[in-house]
């Protein structure tokens, strides 16, 4: 495996690509697990990616492996994206006849080609099918197997077979709790076949809430003898091995038995790290096994390595109390199904539950709705003496694994309400307790009172202890601070307020960052972007932005939003090269004279990508048709106009007096040609050729050709620029449209040669070869 290490990302949002043959590759989810690829980012910020030394974009010559990857870091939109190649070459000689890697969402067996005495591509072999055995067997063809994500390839010496851990013909192995993929690759050429066995098998639990990982000592799907003989074993974090020191030093043990290996890490060690995730924290750590085994007598070995991320909640204290009803209210929890209250422990005795019920504590045990989780509640009355001392829980599980905590009791007094809250993806959440005096306040949202028709809108929820609302990241209520790249970050201002008085009771703000798509960019070349009127610019008017060309104003408009349209080569966007990429940018500002007026407006950048000379795999299905195509044959006249545009928003064109018109060298003209009078929207105009001529009549010699057959002509040094075609006002169907860009220029006298001189030129529109597809 390679990693690679990048960081700090400072809230950014990491894209990787593969890239092969001068092609750039963006490695999606899908193409991650089909290539061999996972990515992991910590809280603070770091990533780590890890690819397989046999991924899709390697250069693999058996034992010297050579990726390279292109790595972008985009989402603030006032600082250009960074942009980074990676290239790096691994040795990798230890080959073990068999290499089994378990990575995060993919698993990937690689097999000598032991069958042959010479490698297989030397003997004219090629693979043809492969079998898998869910465990019922299920025969495909390679390309088929290829299109359902499993990557299948071998070089002279290898065979690889990688799958996603989701794929449909992996399956469970109950009593092992492991997922397998099973297989056999067939090999053909002429009279002759043979096959090869591939086999990966992952763990997919582990012990809850204490991280006890148990490994089958022996895989059986793995195992094709009874007398597999361990090696070797290494016990890792994120990829890298542990030394006995190190693995000590951390707290972890390992333990090998008869049957399991097994790994002990304690909650909160080195290596990992702790999340605050509703409802629950949560502690996180990616362990890494590495085992190396041999069966019989043919020495032939086996390297198996998981790389398991683990994540479990971490068992807390909540306080419930609610005072005027002078009773201790404590959730402790959540804990595995194994772990049950043994004691607490006072400073004047100790108790076991059954003592805790006999006293009137009510100690009860609770399930979540799926079952899943435990958690245990303890009400102690304020009169009990007990209930003004420390008090001490001990719990144990039957893998005798202890928790200890600790809570002190507080002696009664009046409570002011309290306000807490989170956000996920999409939304606040705002929970208000009531306290002593209960609901005797008026609460404000942004600056609206929260009225029932409001606290409807917001989906209020309330039990006569507190209430909750939930409010979208979006709402008017909500105010947008800042806009940081691909992400908008909100805060929500609750306040409560004695409604006699008009004093505030309490004040509360929650911000959040929340991720949006403020900018598309679309394989056609149009740009969509969302303009936010943030705080700090509060007399900023949104309709009255606009692009760099100013021209170019919003499709739409609020008071707190403006929503852009446009296409990668109008409205003064800027393009830039760059090594596999082009750079197209744009930026939206108040004009020039609003400007002036603002001295707060800010303007903000509009960026966007397109990979120079890609491919796009593209995936259909095909039917039969129900009946055969047939055409009417009529006659009938078509009226064709062609127009000249004023500018490259084709909204205005020159009249029949304009011509002819003087036109400066390399000036733009905007030509339209239209499909008059029909109403059929499945027909298409299309231009077919195109040219200038230095006469009127169109015959006459020379002339020059702007389009051949639909496509720009390839030797022109200023190529016919396409533009695309809306419906508005004036266009109902666009497919009955054409419109197109070319620059003035002039013929040299020298007839025979035709090429761009300083003159200017007259020009006026006629109509040259088009046809009709419907």
């Known amino acids: 495996i390679m990693r690679v290490d990048i960081g700090p990302l400072k809230g950014k949002i990491l894209e990787v690509s593969g890239v092969i043959n001068n092609s750039v590759i963006l490695v999606t989810p899908r193409l991650a697990s089909y290539c061999g690829f996972s990515m992991k980012i910590d809280p603070l910020g770091d990533a780590i990616v890890y690819a397989s030394l046999q991924n899709c974009f390697a250069l693999n010559e058996d034992k010297v492996f050579k990726t390279v990857l292109n790595l972008r870091l985009y989402g603030n939109q006032m600082v250009e994206d960074e942009l980074y190649q990676v290239a790096e070459t691994c040795y990798y000689t230890d080959w073990a006849a068999r290499e089994i890697i378990c990575d995060r969402n993919y698993m990937e067996a690689s097999e000598r080609s032991r069958t042959f005495r010479a490698p297989v591509k030397d003997k004219g072999f090629k693979i043809t099918k492969v079998v898998f055995f869910t465990p019922e067997e299920r025969i495909m063809e390679v390309t088929e197997a290829q299109r359902a994500g499993y990557e299948i390839a071998n070089t002279p010496t290898r065979l690889t077979l990688r799958s996603s851990k989701t794929a449909p013909e992996t399956y469970i192995q109950q009593v092992m709790n492991m997922i397998v993929l099973k297989t056999s690759t067939v090999f053909e050429k002429k009279w002759q076949m043979t096959q090869i066995d591939a086999a990966a098998a992952c763990s997919i639990s582990f012990t809850p809430y204490t991280i006890i990982w148990f490994l089958p000592k022996f895989i059986e799907p793995l195992i094709s003898t009874n007398q597999p003989r361990l090696l070797e074993v290494f016990v890792g974090i994120d990829g890298h091995r542990l030394s006995p020191a190190e693995i000590a030093a951390r707290g972890y043990a390992i333990t090998v038995t008869d049957l399991h290996i097994i790994v002990h890490i304690p909650v909160g060690a080195v290596g990992g790290y702790f999340k605050d995730d509703q409802p629950f924290k949560t502690y996180t750590i990616e362990p890494m096994l590495e085992l190396l085994w041999t069966e019989g007598t043919t020495l032939e070995n086996t390297r198996y390595k998981v790389l398991f991320p683990i994540t479990i909640p971490v068992p807390q204290i909540v306080d419930n109390t609610v005072a005027k009803e002078r009773i201790f209210k404590v959730l402790l929890g959540p804990f595995?199904?194994?772990?049950?209250?043994?004691?607490?422990?006072?400073?004047?005795?100790?108790?076991?539950?059954?003592?805790?019920?006999?006293?009137?504590?009510?100690?009860?045990?609770?399930?979540?709705?799926?079952?899943?989780?435990?958690?245990?509640?303890?009400?102690?009355?304020?009169?009990?003496?007990?209930?003004?001392?420390?008090?001490?829980?001990?719990?144990?599980?039957?893998?005798?694994?202890?928790?200890?905590?600790?809570?002190?009791?507080?002696?009664?007094?009046?409570?002011?309400?309290?306000?807490?809250?989170?956000?996920?993806?999409?939304?606040?959440?705002?929970?208000?307790?009531?306290?002593?005096?209960?609901?005797?306040?008026?609460?404000?949202?942004?600056?609206?009172?929260?009225?029932?028709?409001?606290?409807?809108?917001?989906?209020?929820?309330?039990?006569?202890?507190?209430?909750?609302?939930?409010?979208?990241?979006?709402?008017?209520?909500?105010?947008?601070?800042?806009?940081?790249?691909?992400?908008?970050?909100?805060?929500?201002?609750?306040?409560?307020?004695?409604?006699?008085?008009?004093?505030?009771?309490?004040?509360?703000?929650?911000?959040?960052?929340?991720?949006?798509?403020?900018?598309?960019?679309?394989?056609?070349?149009?740009?969509?972007?969302?303009?936010?009127?943030?705080?700090?610019?509060?007399?900023?008017?949104?309709?009255?932005?606009?692009?760099?060309?100013?021209?170019?104003?919003?499709?739409?408009?609020?008071?707190?939003?403006?929503?852009?349209?446009?296409?990668?080569?109008?409205?003064?966007?800027?393009?830039?090269?760059?090594?596999?990429?082009?750079?197209?940018?744009?930026?939206?500002?108040?004009?020039?004279?609003?400007?002036?007026?603002?001295?707060?407006?800010?303007?903000?950048?509009?960026?966007?990508?397109?990979?120079?000379?890609?491919?796009?795999?593209?995936?259909?299905?095909?039917?039969?048709?129900?009946?055969?195509?047939?055409?009417?044959?009529?006659?009938?006249?078509?009226?064709?106009?062609?127009?000249?545009?004023?500018?490259?928003?084709?909204?205005?064109?020159?009249?029949?007096?304009?011509?002819?018109?003087?036109?400066?060298?390399?000036?733009?003209?905007?030509?339209?040609?239209?499909?008059?009078?029909?109403?059929?929207?499945?027909?298409?105009?299309?231009?077919?050729?195109?040219?200038?001529?230095?006469?009127?009549?169109?015959?006459?010699?020379?002339?020059?050709?702007?389009?051949?057959?639909?496509?720009?002509?390839?030797?022109?040094?200023?190529q016919v620029v396409f533009h695309s075609v809306w419906v508005d006002a004036r266009v109902k169907y666009p497919s009955h449209h054409k419109r197109f860009e070319v620059r003035t220029f002039s013929f040299m006298k020298d007839q025979d040669t035709m090429s761009p001189q300083v003159l200017s030129t007259n020009v006026r529109a006629q109509v040259s070869n088009m046809r009709l597809v419907g």
């Open 336 to 718: 595995g199904d194994d772990v049950a209250l043994i004691n607490i422990t006072f400073p004047s005795g100790v108790l076991s539950a059954a003592d805790c019920n006999v006293r009137g504590f009510n100690v009860q045990e609770h399930r979540s709705h799926n079952g899943s989780l435990k958690f245990l509640t303890l009400q102690v009355p304020f009169t009990d003496r007990l209930s003004e001392q420390t008090c001490q829980f001990y719990f144990i599980g039957k893998l005798s694994c202890m928790y200890l905590w600790f809570f002190t009791c507080l002696s009664f007094s009046a409570v002011s309400p309290f306000i807490s809250g989170s956000c996920d993806h999409a939304n606040f959440y705002v929970l208000v307790k009531y306290g002593t005096h209960g609901a005797q306040f008026q609460t404000l949202l942004g600056k609206r009172t929260l009225s029932p028709d409001l606290a409807q809108q917001y989906n209020a929820r309330e039990n006569g202890t507190h209430f909750s609302v939930t409010v979208p990241f979006s709402a008017p209520d909500v105010v947008f601070e800042a806009v940081q790249g691909s992400s908008i970050r909100s805060r929500l201002d609750v306040t409560l307020r004695n409604p006699q008085t008009g004093r505030h009771v309490k004040d509360f703000a929650l911000t959040c960052q929340f991720y949006s798509t403020l900018t598309e960019c679309f394989p056609n070349g149009t740009i969509t972007t969302v303009a936010v009127k943030v705080e700090s610019v509060p007399s900023l008017n949104p309709g009255q932005l606009t692009l760099r060309d100013p021209n170019c104003g919003p499709r739409f408009s609020d008071d707190r939003f403006a929503y852009f349209v446009f296409t990668a080569n109008s409205c003064g966007t800027k393009r830039k090269f760059l090594p596999n990429v082009m750079r197209y940018e744009n930026e939206i500002s108040l004009p020039n004279y609003l400007e002036k007026q603002d001295s707060q407006s800010e303007e903000l950048k509009v960026i966007c990508y397109y990979v120079v000379n890609t491919t796009y795999a593209l995936t259909f299905h095909t039917r039969a048709r129900r009946s055969q195509p047939y055409a009417e044959a009529a006659k009938g006249k078509l009226q064709i106009a062609m127009r000249l545009a004023l500018d490259d928003t084709y909204s205005a064109f020159h009249q029949d007096e304009d011509y002819p018109l003087t036109k400066f060298l390399q000036e733009p003209l905007y030509f339209e040609v239209e499909l008059m009078t029909l109403t059929n929207p499945h027909v298409s105009l299309e231009l077919e050729n195109c040219w200038a001529t230095v006469d009127k009549d169109g015959t006459s010699q020379p002339r020059w050709n702007l389009i051949i057959n639909g496509c720009v002509n390839p030797v022109d040094p200023h």
